[in-house]
């Protein structure tokens, strides 16, 4: 992911955000992680200037408050947050959640593996394919 920028990790499952903290540390990924457990939590870090811009944001889609698909569709129709590039990171394999989440403007979708090993090897690429990309105002 673009140098040290954050990640924006939006998941309420505590088990699932420790274990993106320890494939971070694992793979020695220089960018912070920054974690909310729900889509409002994450506008309103967002939304706060004092906070760096994310490079990348991992969503799960099942939430409580406001749900992952509802998350994207504000973030994709604001002009300050549309550049910002969102990887689905969910249990859900469900082909209408992937649609969805495609058609909202998602630029990957990942479910979440349960074997550490492969969780450990979707973040890394996942993570390979942005630091490859140029992002929008890089």
């Keep these: 992911m673009r140098s040290a ?3 924006m990790l939006v998941d309420d499952d505590a088990i699932a955000a420790l274990a993106v903290e320890r ?3 694992d793979l020695d990924l220089p960018n912070p992680l920054v974690h909310v457990t729900d889509g409002e939590k994450a506008l309103g870090h967002l939304s706060n200037p004092g906070n760096p811009k994310p490079c990348v944001i991992l969503l799960d889609l099942n939430m409580p408050r406001m749900n992952g698909i509802e998350f994207l569709k504000v973030v994709k129709l604001d002009p300050a947050w549309r550049p910002i590039q969102v990887v689905v990171l969910t249990t859900s394999g469900d082909r209408r959640d992937v649609a969805r989440s495609y058609s909202l403007g998602a630029a990957g979708y990942v479910v979440k593996p349960v074997d550490y090993g492969e969780f450990v ?6 993570h390979r394919y942005w630091s490859l990309c140029a992002l929008p105002g890089a």
């Design 5 to 7: 920028q954050p990640v």
């Design 121 to 126: 090897q979707a973040i890394e690429v996942i």
């Design 23 to 25: 494939a971070f540390r």
